[in-house]
Every structure is written in C-alpha cells, then in structure tokens.
C-alpha cells in the first residue's frame, strides 16, 4: 500500500492565512485571521507535512499579485509538492502559479464552467499537475450535489459522477471537500469519500470535517482516502502533523516519516 499524505491547507486573503466553518459564511462564525501563509507553511513542512495546499480566496488583482509572492516565498523555503487553487480560469493562471513555483494547480468552478480546460491543462502542464477540487453537499438520502463559486452555486451535477468524468479529461487527482463538514471538526463524509474513491483511478484527497486523529484514520480506512485535508486543527495547535502521523501509524495505516 502507498503511503498517505497528510496535507494542511491555508486559505489565503490578501496574503494573510484566514479560517472559517461551512466556507465562510456570517452565520457560521465567518473568516478568523490565523496568521502569514509563508511562515505556517514552513512550520508545517518542519512537522513533515507530505504536502501544503495554497487557496485564494481574494477577488481583488492585488490579492492575486499577494499570492503569486506567497508560493515564491514558500518554494524557496519548503521542500514539500506545493498546490494552489482559487481564481485560476485559464491556462495562463496555471502557467503563472507553476513558474512561482507550484507543483499542483487546483480548480473547481473554472472546470465546472469549462470542462475541457481539465484536458488543456493536462495536455499542456501533464496531469499530475491538474487537480479538480469538488464541493458536494448531500441533497437527499442518497444523492451528493457538485456546488460552484464556493458552495454558494448548485450545478445539478452528481457528484461520483463529476469526478469520474474529470478524471476522464485528464484530471490527476480529486480533492473532495463536503460543504456539509467543513470547518465542522465533527467527521468526515465517509460514505461520499469511498464512492468517490472507488470509482476513480487517481488519488482522492479528503476534506472537510477534520476535528480528531480517529476522523483521519477513518477517512483513509472506511473512506478509501489516498490523502486527508485539514486546516483548523492545524492551525490552531489541537495536532501537529506529526501527531497525526503517529496516530495513523499506530492504526495500520502506512505513512512517510522523516
């Protein structure tokens, strides 16, 4: 078995690392300032994160250009696969966050509104570069809904489906995030997460719901994860990275040790 990837991930906002429940939103509590990405990143690559996962969520062309700062300034002080997402629409906002030095891009609403720019950018960067993040939010007893522009959109689409159909256009990874979990600390959506897992031929990394070190174990285990996301935890010191890692490695689960 491979081993899993522990990955902390930072919303960004104008260069500042923000953290909010269910995406942000007033009723849910709303965005938390946690502190400068760069200097997270590094304490996190200390830890022996196998990853770190960047996310813009700036509108303005200043918080872009902030942005672009932010993955210079962490690739040349981190030695871990570097992924960005948010606001990246064409092939040039790939190609841009790939020369700042990004290993991964991430898109979500850009792929639902172009499918074929999932394709584009596999045939131009190659794959293992294309990651197609999907928001879902269980709608019925047993339906999973792709949501668009930060959980805020409903897309008709199933989710199971939307996956399978973006890796078929070259997508590298899945990363799955249930709007119904996130920021939660209350679990997973396992039973979401191993449907998605097992219906695609790519890593699938977890996200949303993270709040304990069993949450993780079970999303790998009875979830089929290839990787687990979390943000609150780890910014807020409840679990280092390499508690966790501890942690999976007393259940079974096979990771990377420094």
């Given at each position: 078995?491979?081993?899993?990837?522990?990955?902390?991930?930072?919303?960004?906002?104008?260069?500042?690392?923000?953290?909010?429940?269910?995406?942000?939103?007033?009723?849910?509590?709303?965005?938390?300032?946690?502190?400068?990405?760069?200097?997270?990143?590094?304490?996190?690559?200390?830890?022996?994160?196998?990853?770190?996962?960047?996310?813009?969520?700036?509108?303005?062309?200043?918080?872009?250009?902030?942005?672009?700062?932010?993955?210079?300034?962490?690739?040349?002080?981190?030695?871990?696969?570097?992924?960005?997402?948010?606001?990246?629409?064409?092939?040039?906002?790939?190609?841009?966050?790939?020369?700042?030095?990004?290993?991964?891009?991430?898109?979500?609403?850009?792929?639902?509104?172009?499918?074929?720019?999932?394709?584009?950018?596999?045939?131009?960067?190659?794959?293992?570069?294309?990651?197609?993040?999907?928001?879902?939010?269980?709608?019925?007893?047993?339906?999973?809904?792709?949501?668009?522009?930060?959980?805020?959109?409903?897309?008709?689409?199933?989710?199971?489906?939307?996956?399978?159909?973006?890796?078929?256009?070259?997508?590298?990874?899945?990363?799955?995030?249930?709007?119904?979990?996130?920021?939660?600390?209350?679990?997973?959506?396992?039973?979401?997460?191993?449907?998605?897992?097992?219906?695609?031929g790519v890593p699938v990394v977890a996200s949303g719901g993270a709040g304990s070190l069993e949450h993780m174990a079970a999303v790998l285990l009875e979830g089929r994860a290839d990787a687990v996301l979390a943000a609150s935890i780890f910014h807020f010191g409840t679990y280092t990275v390499a508690d966790v890692k501890r942690h999976l490695a007393g259940q079974g689960i096979p990771v990377r040790t420094a």
């Amino acid at each position: 078995m491979l081993a899993k990837r522990v990955i902390p991930c930072l919303d960004v906002h104008d260069g500042q690392v923000t953290r909010g429940v269910q995406f942000g939103r007033a009723e849910a509590g709303g965005l938390r300032n946690v502190g400068d990405p760069v200097e997270l990143a590094v304490r996190y690559n200390e830890q022996g994160a196998d990853e770190m996962v960047f996310f813009d969520i700036t509108a303005s062309a200043h918080g872009r250009a902030s942005m672009v700062e932010v993955i210079e300034r962490a690739a040349d002080q981190c030695f871990m696969p570097l992924t960005v997402g948010g606001g990246i629409r064409v092939l040039e906002d790939m190609q841009t966050m790939l020369r700042a030095g990004a290993d991964k891009v991430s898109i979500n609403s850009s792929a639902l509104a172009t499918p074929e720019l999932i394709r584009q950018g596999a045939e131009k960067f190659g794959s293992q570069c294309i990651v197609v993040s999907i928001d879902c939010k269980k709608v019925a007893p047993d339906r999973w809904e792709v949501f668009a522009k930060g959980g805020r959109q409903a897309t008709g689409l199933e989710a199971v489906e939307w996956a399978t159909r973006a890796v078929s256009l070259g997508a590298g990874e899945i990363v799955l995030n249930s709007i119904d979990a996130d920021g939660t600390k209350a679990g997973f959506d396992l039973v979401i997460t191993r449907r998605v897992s097992e219906s695609v031929g790519v890593p699938v990394v977890a996200s949303g719901g993270a709040g304990s070190l069993e949450h993780m174990a079970a999303v790998l285990l009875e979830g089929r994860a290839d990787a687990v996301l979390a943000a609150s935890i780890f910014h807020f010191g409840t679990y280092t990275v390499a508690d966790v890692k501890r942690h999976l490695a007393g259940q079974g689960i096979p990771v990377r040790t420094a």
